[in-house]
């Protein structure tokens, strides 16, 4: 209760002394000093799921749940010079009436607590940022940052979730030239303890990556081209092998993503990734792969744009040839690309998906889509819960449910915006067989308000 009287009182505060103030002060026309702060609360509710269970029996947590979260963030960026930026944010992140406890984060490969829910007053966005390094388009970016490329398929911050799913302690350069960008970064990401400050103890996946864009001139064709390579590590003895000896996870990938918007209207994306390495003392031999075509209706009064998609991560087939053939995902977001219910991963996955958008007015976005999910692999687990959700023998089958959701997003003057939404589940063969045979439902309602005050 202390917790969440302080962060309460501490948003009262903040919100009253800036919240009001509706004018920036610039010293020689620019803003060197900018305070900021933001404040974000969501109600969900959970029927027949949560997230680590399905059904109406869960064995932690309760399967009808409704909690409300909230998350604050407030800090500064200073600008002494035109190449030189300092940022400083804190992070606060809460739950209310959660039926998961947090005991129930704790058991996962990193050997502590990483709490998906709450994180008590940790550093957010803190760094230094230097640009034209030797007055070339070069610029260095050190300290905690949040890491994003392309469509946040491969690199995302998992912003939905409510303290953020990668948030990195890294290094990167980045050189900028015509037609692209080329970066490289060494970092390692963020665990969410909310008893302990973070850098008071160890992280999570450690990496090395390269990320490029290359767009080529629209005479021909306008396609940008980005090619990636990564690491993902972990030197804890977690993982067990199809042999079951344990040991650790040095994993990499090599891949691309392919895209041209508003080509006559249509858009289309392609992404393939390919993991390679050892799990144990598994060999990895995995690949993913996403591809999307949408259709933009400019003419027409609500700009509806109409898109299929359908995103395949492999599986593992044989849990006894030495092979782990499961493909994990990378750093990739999870919330919006896989069903907003969250019930999957891009692991052992096949997604048809059809979308509908539309835009009736500038403030206004709402958007259906529809999920067929399927297994890759029949043998290989559904990866909501894969030590609860698999059958080796591969006779629960590969289809396991349909979803349908409803998201929209009001945005209001004064840095208000409103999100909305819903979302349903049918469950299919392997779904009522290994977990439940029961429909779930969500709904949630989000309230977000951004404010920034320049000093000079």
């Known amino acids: ?60 947590g309760e399967a009808n749940d409704g909690f409300l979260l909230g998350r604050f963030r407030l800090g500064f960026d200073y600008r002494p010079t035109q190449n030189i930026h300092l940022a400083v944010w804190m992070q606060h992140s809460e739950v209310w009436d959660l039926a998961l406890k947090e005991e129930d984060f704790y058991k996962n490969n990193f050997k502590r607590e990483n709490n998906p829910y709450e994180d008590s007053y940790e550093l957010y966005d803190t760094y230094v940022e230097i640009d034209e390094i030797f007055s070339q388009p070069l610029s260095m970016k050190l300290g905690r940052q949040v890491i994003a490329y392309g469509d946040m398929r491969i690199f995302g911050p998992g912003q939905w979730g409510n303290t953020g799913r990668w948030i990195w302690d890294a290094g990167k350069l980045s050189y900028k030239f015509k037609a692209g960008f080329l970066d490289a970064f060494y970092g390692k990401t963020q665990l969410h303890d909310p008893n302990v400050f973070s850098l008071d103890h160890g992280h999570g996946f450690e990496s090395f990556a390269v990320y490029s864009h290359f767009k080529l001139p629209d005479r021909l064709s306008g396609v940008v081209f980005e090619p990636f390579f990564m690491t993902k590590d972990n030197d804890r003895d977690v993982y067990k092998g199809e042999d079951n000896r344990i040991g650790e996870l040095n994993s990499y990938y090599t891949g691309v993503r392919i895209y041209r918007k508003d080509f006559r209207g249509f858009d289309g994306d392609f992404t393939f990734i390919m993991q390679d390495g050892d ?178």
């Open 1 to 60: 209760m202390k917790i969440i009287f302080r962060f309460l009182i501490i948003l009262v505060v903040i919100t009253f002394c800036f919240g009001l103030s509706g004018f920036s002060i610039a010293w020689a026309g620019e803003e060197k000093l900018t305070f900021g702060a933001n404040t974000r609360f969501r109600y969900e509710y959970q029927d027949n799921f949560n997230a680590k269970y399905y059904g109406d029996r869960p064995k932690k």
């Open 279 to 456: 799990y144990s003392r598994d060999d990895i031999d995995a690949y993913g792969y996403h591809f999307l075509l949408a259709y933009n209706f400019k003419q027409v009064f609500f700009k509806p744009r109409l898109s299929v998609e359908y995103s395949y991560a492999s599986g593992d087939s044989d849990p006894n040839d030495g092979k782990h053939d499961t493909f994990d995902g990378a750093f990739g977001a999870r919330d919006k690309m896989y069903g907003r219910i969250n019930l999957f991963h891009w692991m052992n996955l096949k997604d048809a998906q059809v979308n509908l958008e539309i835009r009736p007015k500038k403030w206004l976005y709402l958007k259906a889509e529809y999920h067929q999910f399927r297994l890759a692999e029949k043998e290989d687990a559904w990866y909501l819960n894969s030590k609860e959700y698999r059958d080796k023998t591969g006779r629960s089958g590969d289809k396991v449910g349909k979803e349908f959701d409803i998201v929209g997003k009001l945005k209001i003057p004064q840095g208000i915006e409103v999100q909305f939404g819903c979302g349903y589940f049918w469950p299919d063969e392997f779904a009522k067989k290994k977990a439940s045979d029961k429909k779930a439902n969500w709904v949630f309602l989000q309230f977000v308000y951004k404010f920034s005050y320049a000093f000079f």
